[in-house]
Every structure is written in C-alpha cells, then in structure tokens.
C-alpha cells in the first residue's frame, strides 16, 4: 500500500496547490473525458504516462493541481512540480521520485532546450515506468511539436496516453465565471459577465484573475457588481 509522505521536498513543491483548486470548480466543456481519465487514476490498477497538452490559460495547471489534490486527500503521496519555477531549484529535485504515486511536471515546455533539464527528466520517467508509477506531463503543444534537445525525451514522451485539453466558447466561458462566482458567494449578474468577456482578455486564467480583484473589490467596500463599479476597479480606482 503506498502511504502519505510528508517530506520536506513534497511540502515545498506541493504548496502552489491552494485550497481554490479541485476537479469540482473546472468548468468540463469538452474535457469530460479528459477530468475523467485524471480523477481516475487512484482507481487504475497499472501505470499511467499522461501528456496533456493545450493552448496558455485553458486550465492545465488547474487540472494538474487538481489531480495532485485529490490524490493525496486519498492518502496516495503525490507531488505537483511546478517547471516555470525552476530557477528556484535544480534539476536534482527529480531524484527519488518514482516513490511517490504520481508525479507531476506542468509546463514542460518551459525547460526544453536545457540539456541538464531534459536529462533528469527523461531519467525520471524511466524510473517512473519502470516503478510502474503515475506520471503527469503538461506542455503547450503536442509532443511531436516539442523542441527538444534529446531526442529521445522526445520519443518518450510521445508514448505516453496523449490528452489535448479543448478550450471553451464564449458561452461555456460565461458559464465557467458564473460557476466561480457561485463558488464564492460573489453574484454575478449575466449582464457583468458578458461585459467582462466583451472587453477584457478571454484566456480563463486571467479572467479569474479579475475575479479575484472584483471579489477582494466588493468584500471591502461591501458594493454588488455593477458594470459601472467594475470598471472603476479594472480602471485603478479601487487598490
């Protein structure tokens, strides 16, 4: 039976997850498959090599902590690894870990091109395999569009179960930030949200981005969301 660690590498690494993160708060879209397949993986008797691949801001990272999330609240030890951060450790952070249930590296693409990177992350998914462990991949395109400098990360890479991750229309994004409004008790009239979609960045992270500063916004000066008050925040009024 694999048992929960709490070493000091799991915790460090695992603290991005946030409390704000399950597979509960994803608006599916097209992804059911894909929340289905992650969501199962405590349940999978033999190992799971996953890619997930898809365009910026459509919800890798939030699946990728979602995953690492639910695992360990089943006491299976799993670590999120956060590759934009890897100016902040060295690659000898990979070491050891093929004991853990699964393994998450998000945004690979980030430290392509970096041989010593490139290495430890093809030697861990050796042992990983080899453990017959989980491994959870996420970059920005397919595998056969990475560039990378080992070729055979590359091919590795490729023979893992392969998931793209679809992006939302204009209307599941509507319903997406009706979702996480309700989440948090904040109401969002339908006329706010289709304002926010028609003049701010429709990548989803950044719109939860101006969601968190509405619902700081409104919890300090106790004001509804009204076009006219969010537009006084967006605009700067409101610090």
């Known amino acids: 039976m694999v048992r929960?660690?709490?070493?000091?590498?799991?915790?460090?690494?695992?603290?991005?997850?946030?409390?704000?993160?399950?597979?509960?708060?994803?608006y599916l879209g097209d992804n059911a498959n894909i929340v289905h397949a992650l969501s199962s993986l405590d349940s999978n008797a033999s190992s799971q090599l996953i890619y997930l691949w898809g365009n910026f801001g459509i919800g890798r990272s939030h699946l990728a902590k979602a995953t690492c999330k639910h695992l360990n609240g089943l006491n299976l030890p799993?670590?999120?690894?956060?590759?934009?951060?890897?100016?902040?450790?060295?690659?000898?952070?990979?070491?050891n870990l093929e004991k853990m249930f699964l393994v998450c590296l998000d945004d690979l693409d980030v430290v392509l091109g970096k041989r010593e990177w490139e290495e430890a992350i093809m030697y861990l998914f050796n042992r990983i395999a080899d453990a017959k462990r989980n491994l959870l991949i996420t970059a920005?395109?397919?595998?056969?569009?990475?560039?990378?400098?080992?070729?055979?990360?590359?091919?590795?890479?490729?023979s893992c179960l392969i998931l793209q991750l679809q992006g939302l229309s204009d209307e599941q994004k509507f319903s997406a930030l009706e979702l996480r409004s309700k989440e948090r008790g904040l109401i969002m009239p339908?006329?706010?949200?289709?304002?926010?979609?028609?003049?701010?960045?429709?990548?989803?992270?950044?719109?939860?981005?101006?969601?968190?500063?509405?619902?700081?916004?409104?919890?300090r000066t106790k004001r509804p969301l009204t076009i006219p008050f969010v537009k006084s925040v967006l605009e700067g009024e409101f610090s």
């Open 4 to 26: 929960a660690l709490n070493t000091p590498i799991q915790l460090a690494l695992n603290i991005g997850l946030g409390d704000d993160v399950s597979f509960a708060n994803f």
């Open 78 to 95: 799993s670590l999120y690894v956060s590759l934009k951060e890897h100016q902040s450790f060295t690659p000898a952070i990979l070491e």
């Open 140 to 158: 920005n395109v397919a595998p056969v569009a990475l560039n990378c400098f080992l070729s055979d990360l590359k091919s590795r890479l490729a």
């Open 190 to 219: 339908s006329e706010v949200a289709r304002f926010l979609l028609r003049h701010y960045e429709r990548n989803m992270d950044q719109l939860f981005a101006i969601l968190d500063r509405l619902e700081l916004a409104t919890l």
